[in-house]
């Protein structure tokens, strides 16, 4: 699975609050990725990184925010939680040398 | 940007029985197409991946096929096994560029009848 960490692996919200979630690497890949998974939608991509210091847009990046301060780390922020946001949250890596994505083990966020 | 598009959602085979799962693609540019199979509660891992200068690819038990003028591949799993059970997911990306990104369908759940 490519050392690929996710924090945490649950959490509760109330409508409002805010979070981050980490996703952290033990290799040195420079393509990070969030998604979120919601039923009968697949994988959607909220943000990604191509390097320390780089973010971008995904298909669905309203309401989230990243950050990649450090080349290991990935972050993924909720200002203010809203029910919408209860979903599946996956982290990625991209293995360019062998053009593989591997997902970390997922984090599950309920928001109330 | 890409678009994916994966049928059936859903599909019951009997155990020993084949099933194809099938997905199509709206950027021509896009040159590889994984497969990831996503056990109840775990991550989706990689099964197999098609790259666009060849056609077919086989791995034991599964294949996948890829006609890039028609812009669809699909995925053949052959003598199925309860274990086989999972929701599968194709995707479609670029191999070089900035972003390098996948674009997912929406999963078809098989079950492995026993």
């Known amino acids: 699975n490519a050392g690929v960490t996710q924090t945490p692996k649950f959490r509760v919200l109330k409508t409002g609050q805010s979070m981050t979630l980490l996703c952290a690497q033990d290799m040195n890949h420079e393509y990070m990725y969030w998604y979120r998974q919601d039923p009968g939608m697949g994988l959607r991509l909220i943000h990604y990184?191509?390097?320390?210091?780089?973010?971008a847009k995904g298909e669905v990046p309203d309401g989230y925010n990243v950050s990649r301060l450090k080349k290991q780390n990935f972050l993924l922020g909720l200002e203010s939680a809203a029910p919408s946001q209860t979903s599946v949250y996956f982290c990625?890596?991209?293995?360019?040398?062998?053009?593989?994505?591997?997902f970390g083990a997922g984090t599950r966020l309920s928001v109330l | 940007g890409e678009n994916v598009e994966q049928h059936p959602s859903t599909l019951s085979v009997q155990e020993g029985d084949s099933a194809v799962i099938k997905c199509t693609y709206s950027d021509s540019a896009s040159n590889y197409f994984p497969w990831y199979k996503q056990e109840l509660g775990k991550r989706p891992q990689l099964i197999i991946d098609?790259?666009?200068?060849?056609g077919k690819k086989k791995d034991q038990r599964i294949a996948v096929t890829l006609n890039k003028t028609a812009k669809h591949f699909s995925l053949h799993i052959t003598e199925t096994q309860p274990e086989d059970s999972a929701v599968y997911f194709c995707?479609?990306?670029?191999?070089?560029?900035?972003?390098?990104?996948?674009?997912f369908g929406s999963g078809t759940q098989l079950t492995v009848l026993p």
């Open positions: 990625a890596i991209r293995d360019l040398a062998k053009n593989i994505q591997y």
């Open positions: 990184s191509v390097g320390e210091g780089t973010t």
């Open positions: 098609i790259r666009s200068n060849v």
């Open positions: 995707a479609a990306s670029l191999l070089s560029g900035s972003a390098r990104q996948l674009t």
